[in-house]
């Protein structure tokens, strides 16, 4: 279908470029055509000049109609732009005549009205009109062209009005698509941040397991008969403990708003706040890394989405602590180059090979689809970094580390957010 | 002094007008001599034809307004033809001429000094006025009828004409063409008016016009002449309106509404307000020792002419036997304008 639509396109484009070439020789043409015919008018007037046909007012110094009916058989058989013409002579005191043809007006009862048709052009020498000559030009070479030009520009028009249907419906097919594409983005940023979500929850039972398990052993040693009121008191005491225990374990995760995905709008943020709480969200799968914190103390604040952002950071050092498999350094960084805030994760993992460095950020792609990786967290990362005007890159990769760099444009609101 | 200024205008046209007549081309041995050439000496000079020691027989001609199709090539047929007829040239050398020129006058005063000064011409074809007005030895021969195709050829006098035309004061409806308009109304628009006219020498076209006015007493010499050089250009000046008033010679009107397929009815576009008598048409003269009667020469001379102008076909002229007496009633008007003409040129001079 849309090769039909391509090979449409294009024919009717080769038709446009035809049309536009032939009217451009339509019109040269067309020049051509006018210029012959003034010339044409200029040579017929220089035949009746005043010696042929004498000023208004030297009647007697006058003409003689045979002449002029021989400059007529002579010049008009021939011509290719004029069918007659009529001259007219002034004479003093008289007004106009018509002398060639003279029997014009004893031919034509309506002589009057014929002359007016055609096509006057006065003769003068110097300030004095001493006649004047009607042509009745033949103007068929003419109205073809311009019959042609018109035809032609119809014709372009239409083409072009073609075109241009053909491209407003692509383009609201292509608005369509992109709206559906941003859609299934969402809804893939979504998947993964469940998927994530999913990932992490096995920890966070590990978590909260301890206080519940806690809680259980406080409920039976009050089921337990022989308590006192002090025991009692300690033993609720200790229930209400493992409570906020609990609470504080989720509290501090946010975990319950990562899952559910804010969609709260964006915000200035604190980035260094934000990479804190990443932290804290993966830490189950820190194990014994050693994360190294090198934050800028007054970095200013980004205008961001707070837990989009949040998801960001997470993907990446939960990638750090997976390539480096519970050992190594996690070094996290933020700093303040001109108008960008930078964010660099490293870590002291085995490196990104070469082969696969330049599809690191393509979706699907991934090195670790054994261990569960979907494909999709470094694609996602991408797309939320750039929604917020920065850019996401690998800065550096090797055998000492991997580290990855995030540029967000500082303070001011990024446009539709 | 505006009289004056009229009279030497109507002078000057004239002689402008004697400059069309001779304005002609004349054709002979292969060559076109336009008539801006410088004007041929005579004899030698104006000789178009073969080379030979013995003296040529002449044939002189001008433009001859009555008779369009005489032109330079129709005369240069015609010396051909003499060329070829043993019989004439037989008669030729016997009177010791070798063999036909041709010369052709630069204009009316130019044929009448060719025909007046020695050597002279052999054979004239000239206009009517020439002959009355030269003096030299010629006899009329024949007269030229109109081409056969124009309808008036039965005629070997032509009648001169005065009309207007319907937007002209003196139109009359014709319906109410029963009256004569009074002579001296005529005289005096044809005074005070341009007036078109064939040329100062034509008879029909000018003179027997004047010459019938005069009769009214009226000095009736146009003070704004247009003198356009043949009977259609004036017709074609009435018609058109770029004057009112012409004289020419009579039927060239109806001939030209023919000829140019104009359907209105002739007394619907004009009015003939004067016919003047006939003059007689313009002659072919031979010098007069060559006169059929009294030459052998001129005897095949004028068999060698019938039988080439005998040629019956559209548009040729034809020849009528004439002789000097048909002329006697024009070369008497012409004396009489002359002598009234300059009698009024005086008196006004005075």
């Known amino acids: 279908m849309k090769r039909v639509d391509r090979t449409n396109l294009a024919l009717m484009a080769v038709i446009a470029l035809f049309a536009v070439f032939a009217l451009g020789m339509l019109f040269w043409l067309k020049g051509r055509f006018e210029r012959e015919r003034e010339e044409t008018i200029a040579a017929v007037k220089r035949h009746f000049s005043p010696a042929v046909l004498g000023l208004p007012d030297d009647l007697e110094r006058t003409f003689r109609f045979a002449d002029l009916e021989q400059i007529r058989a002579t010049l008009i058989p021939h011509n290719a732009y004029v069918r007659d013409i009529v001259v007219v002579k002034r004479i003093a005191g008289r007004g106009e005549r018509i002398v060639l043809p003279f029997e014009y007006p004893l031919l034509h009862a309506d002589w009057q009205a014929r002359l007016s048709r055609l096509e006057r052009h006065p003769l003068s020498s110097g300030d004095i009109e001493y ?73 966070i039972f590990h978590d909260i397991r301890k206080p519940l398990l806690n809680i259980r052993l406080a409920i039976e040693e009050l089921e337990a008969a022989g308590q006192t009121a002090e025991d009692l008191r300690a033993r609720t005491a200790g229930i209400r403990r493992q409570v906020e225990l609990f609470f504080n374990i989720l509290r501090d995760l946010n975990i319950e708003r990562f899952i559910r995905g804010d969609q709260a709008g964006a915000e200035f943020v604190a980035v260094n706040d934000l990479l804190e709480r990443s932290c804290a969200l993966v830490r189950y799968e820190r194990g014994s890394v050693e994360v190294v914190t090198n934050f800028s103390s007054n970095l200013p604040p980004v205008f961001a989405f707070p837990y989009r952002l949040m998801q960001v950071f997470s993907n990446l ?54 261990a569960g990786g979907s494909g999709l967290g470094l694609y996602i990362s991408k797309g939320i970094v750039e929604d917020m005007a920065g850019r996401i890159g690998v800065a550096a990769t090797g055998p000492e580390g991997t580290c990855f760099e995030i540029r967000l444009p500082v303070g001011n609101a990024p446009s539709g957010a | 002094m505006k009289r004056e200024h009229s009279k030497s205008a109507a002078k000057a046209s004239r002689r402008r007008a004697l400059g069309l007549l001779g304005g002609w081309a004349v054709a002979a041995g292969g060559r076109i001599f336009a008539s801006e050439a410088p004007a041929p000496s005579v004899p030698q000079g104006a000789l178009f034809g073969p080379a030979s020691s013995a003296r040529p027989f002449i044939l002189g001609f001008i433009r001859p307004e009555a008779a369009e199709p005489l032109s330079a090539a129709w005369f240069r047929r015609l010396q051909s033809f003499l060329d070829s007829d043993a019989a004439f040239r037989e008669a030729l050398k016997r009177e010791g001429y070798g063999s036909v020129g041709l010369v052709a006058a630069e204009g009316f005063n130019d044929l009448v000094r060719r025909m007046e000064v020695a050597p002279g011409l052999d054979c004239v074809f000239c206009p009517a006025l020439a002959y009355c007005r030269q003096v030299g030895d010629y006899a009329v021969v024949f007269q030229l009828r109109g081409p056969n195709d124009r309808g008036r050829d039965k005629y070997i006098f032509q009648f001169g004409v005065i009309l207007v035309n319907r937007h002209h004061p003196l139109y009359r409806d014709p319906q109410s063409r029963t009256e004569q308009v009074p002579p001296r109304l005529i005289a005096r628009h044809f005074v005070s008016e341009p007036v078109a006219l064939v040329s100062p020498y034509s008879a029909a076209g000018y003179i ?43 039927g060239a009107a109806e001939d030209l509404l023919r000829r140019y397929a104009i359907p209105t009815p002739p007394e619907q576009l004009y009015d003939v307000l004067l016919t003047t008598p006939g003059s007689p048409t313009d002659p072919v003269v031979f ?64």
């Open chain 2, 287 to 350: 010098r007069r020792r060559f006169s059929p009667d009294r030459s052998e020469l001129g005897r095949r001379l004028k068999d060698s002419l019938a039988r080439f102008f005998s040629a019956d076909r559209p548009g040729a002229m034809r020849l009528e036997d004439s002789e000097d007496s048909a002329f006697a009633a024009l070369r008497a008007a012409w004396n009489e304008f002359e002598t009234l003409s300059a009698e009024t040129d005086a008196l006004e001079t005075r």
């Open chain 2, 208 to 250: 027997y016009p004047c010459h019938e006015l005069f009769k009214t007493g009226i000095r009736a010499v146009p003070t704004r002449p247009i003198f356009c050089g043949s009977s259609d250009e004036v017709v074609k000046m009435v018609l058109s309106d770029v004057v009112g008033m012409g004289a020419c010679e009579q």
């Open chain 1, 317 to 370: 050092i939960l990638n750090a602590y997976q390539a480096m498999g519970g050992h190594g350094r996690l070094t996290l960084t933020t700093l303040q180059e001109g108008g960008e805030v930078v964010v660099r994760i490293a870590d002291t993992g085995p490196g990104i090979p070469p082969e696969h460095l330049p599809r690191v950020f393509e979706p699907f792609h991934s090195t670790r689809q054994d």
């Open chain 1, 131 to 203: 006649g004047a000559i009607y042509f009745d030009f033949d103007n068929s070479r003419l109205n073809s062209v311009r019959l042609a030009i018109g035809s032609l520009a119809v014709l372009l028009v239409l083409v072009l009005a073609l075109v241009a249907r053909r491209l407003h419906v692509q383009e609201a097919a292509l608005t369509r698509t992109t709206v559906e594409l941003e859609e299934k983005k969402r809804e893939l940023v979504e998947l993964e941040r469940l998927a994530l979500a999913g990932r992490l929850s096995a920890n």
